[in-house]
């Protein structure tokens, strides 16, 4: 019997017996508005602060709206300095992000093709990599699970969303695609559950990581880059090949309807760059685009928002519902954001909810779950007619302090949260039903 089992045994017992003494429920508040009068239907707790999840992803859509434009776009460059002798690039290669998460490796192929075709097959200088346009950083929130995907590093310069899938070979060996070459504690956790599955994990240094793929790439067309490494380059560049991402509003889009963390920080940092650049944190540069944002609803009392980062991928986040739903009514005003939202049996994280007949694509909304938070942003369709704007959260406090308590969440607390949410997502159902059938 080793210590580390010795260890985990004693924080599985210490867990059990923690929650057995635990008898509150979990708080729940929610508020329901006409958009058309902006009369209130219903409400309960509508002042409290809870721990708002994803649905805080609001903030960063509609700064990034109102501050880049729904049109703008991110590019990522490849570019050179010095001349091509021959086949020899006599100076350095340069691989630069401003912000596009979705680059895809299809993206990597166009520019090791771009290579080929100017007849470049090495270079004598340096592959450089430049994704310093603002914050790096290799994990979003420390206390998640340290092989979540959704938690993985984000910067400039990022590769399909910084997750890769990783597989096993017959003999029982791990590979992932495409290739990383980090071996971080993700690695570890999946080889020793053994799952014969795919699975993602997490990429943390995204910029390199994306680096190391087109130099593969590059390898298979017969080009030799030598290793990457961070740095400026010496001299003039000029560039070889740009990709441009998605335009804003159809990345903000997937953002909301899947609820992708990545997307949402990337945007985040980017926006609030252009108003203040050098954020050293998540935090910082969050706080800056809420304050840009909240002087444009200065009618709303924001005492107890807490906002930790782009995403909501922090237990620490708070919002209360009346917040939200100012969010909700400046974004309808502002850029119709239903259309961006998920609908209910319908797309993205509400694809699977309230799919009874008479009740279908009723509701576009965010949604938002952390461990032992949950909560619903958006608008109903109420059979009555018209258009309501609704925010409802649920948080267990008591729940949450148990699982922040562990070194490394067990299995058996992620087990128990899975439920609560499923519970706490059911009794958001009813409500729903309640409100689309005009009962309040």
Known sequence: MTWRFVAAMAVIINFCATLAHIEAAPRTGYILIDANSGKQLAAKSENTAFIPAST?????????LDLLGPVHRFETSLSATGDINGAVLEGDLVLQGNGDVELDLNDLMRMGLALRQLGIRQTRGRFLVSDNAFLRVNEINRKQPLDAPYNAGVGPLSLSFGRVTLRSHDNGSLYSNPELIERGPAWRIASDAKRERARAIPVRDVGMHTAHSLRRIAAE???????????APR??????????????????EGMMVYSNNQLAETIGLATANTLKPGSQTLAASAVILWKDLVARLPETDWQGFTITNHSGLDPNARATPAQLAALLDYGLARHQLPYLLPANAWSGSLSRRLVEKGRLQRVWSKTGSIDFAAALAGYLLPETGGLWLFAIISDDPERRSVYDGMPEPSAEIRSESRRWEREIKAQHDVMLRQWIGGVF
């Open 56 to 64: 805080m992803k609001l903030v960063t859509m509609l700064s990034a």
């Open 221 to 231: 067309l017969g080009i030799d880059l030598p290793m990457p490494q961070r740095d």
């Open 235 to 252: 001299a003039q560049m000029r560039k070889i090949v740009t990709i441009q991402s998605k335009s804003l509003v159809e990345m903000i």
